[in-house]
């Protein structure tokens, strides 16, 4: 049923136990693939240089620090575990990789660091939900 799992994390504690979730989801289903990606606002260009360079690897030190911990949160799981950091528009990026990945389900927390733009569901949760090319299971 659900053989191609996608979890979008951004570090928040909805994410971490949407990863404790999708970890389950995969063990209960024997998941043939498991992809955990992280996705994160473009960096401006205006910032200029050395300033841009200093964002960027900012961004993927925290971008990676967050791969890490959703691993080691996920756990054994019976397929091999894929991850991926992506410049973009978290809601698009997580649509796209869905998208080309040919994933069965995406699962995410229903809230994240983001702004408070979304009170009940965050704004990234409700994007993707509404564009998503397969079923969306959101974590509270």
Known sequence: MFEKILLAVDGSK????????AADLARTLNAKEFRIVVAYDFIPPYLGEP????AIEA????????????VKVVGEIPCEI???V????EAEAIINVASTRESDLIVMGSRGHGT????????TSQKVVAHA???VLIVR
Do not use: K
Not at 51 to 54: D, E, K, L, T
């Open 82 to 84: 894929h991850t991926a």
């Open 86 to 89: 992506i410049e973009g528009s």
């Open 133 to 135: 090319p397969c079923p």
């Open 116 to 123: 408070l733009a979304g009170l009940l569901l965050g704004s």
């Open 14 to 21: 909805h994410a971490l136990h949407a990863a404790r979730t």
């Open 51 to 54: 300033n841009m360079q200093y």
């Open 59 to 70: 961004r993927m030190e925290e971008a990676n620090s967050i791969l890490d911990n959703a």
